[in-house]
C-alpha cells in the first residue's frame, strides 16, 4: 500500500504565506507524477501544481507567479510554496501521485486525505 500524508494548511491572511507538505510512503517502485490539486466548495477539483513523469512542472494559471512547487525525491516529498494568498485560494488542498509499486505493473494513482487552506481576513 502506498500512503500520502500532506501537512501545512491552516487558516492565513490574503496576502499571507503557507507551505504545504506531501510524503509518500509505502510500497515504492517509483514515482511519476506528483503535486497538488485543489476542491473548493461547489466546485470541482482542479490542477494546481504538479511534477510531470519528465520532471518538468505545470502550474494553473491562477496561480503562477504565486505559488512554487518543489520536491525532495529522496523522501519522496513534495512541497507547495504559495505566496500572495486570496480569498479565492482557500480549498482543501490534495496530494496526489503516481505510483509504480513493482516496474512491471502499470502505477495507480494515489491521493492524500485533503489540508484545508482558508484565506481570510
Known amino acids: 500500500q502506498v500512503q500520502l500524508v500532506e501537512s501545512g494548511g491552516g487558516p492565513v491572511q490574503p496576502g499571507g504565506s503557507l507551505r504545504l507538505s506531501c510524503t509518500a510512503s509505502g510500497q515504492i517502485y517509483s514515482i511519476g507524477t506528483m503535486g497538488w490539486y485543489r476542491q473548493a466548495p461547489g466546485k470541482e477539483r482542479e490542477l494546481v501544481a504538479q511534477?510531470?513523469?519528465?520532471?518538468?512542472?505545470d502550474y494553473a494559471d491562477s496561480v503562477k507567479g504565486r505559488f512554487t512547487i518543489s520536491r525532495n525525491n529522496t523522501k519522496n516529498t513534495v512541497y507547495l510554496q504559495m505566496n500572495s494568498l486570496r480569498p479565492e485560494d482557500s480549498a482543501v488542498y490534495y496530494c496526489n501521485a503516481e505510483v509504480w509499486i513493482v516496474h512491471y505493473v502499470r502505477p495507480n494513482a494515489y491521493w492524500g486525505q485533503g489540508t484545508q487552506v482558508t484565506v481570510s481576513s
Open positions: 511534477f510531470t513523469r519528465s520532471g518538468s512542472t
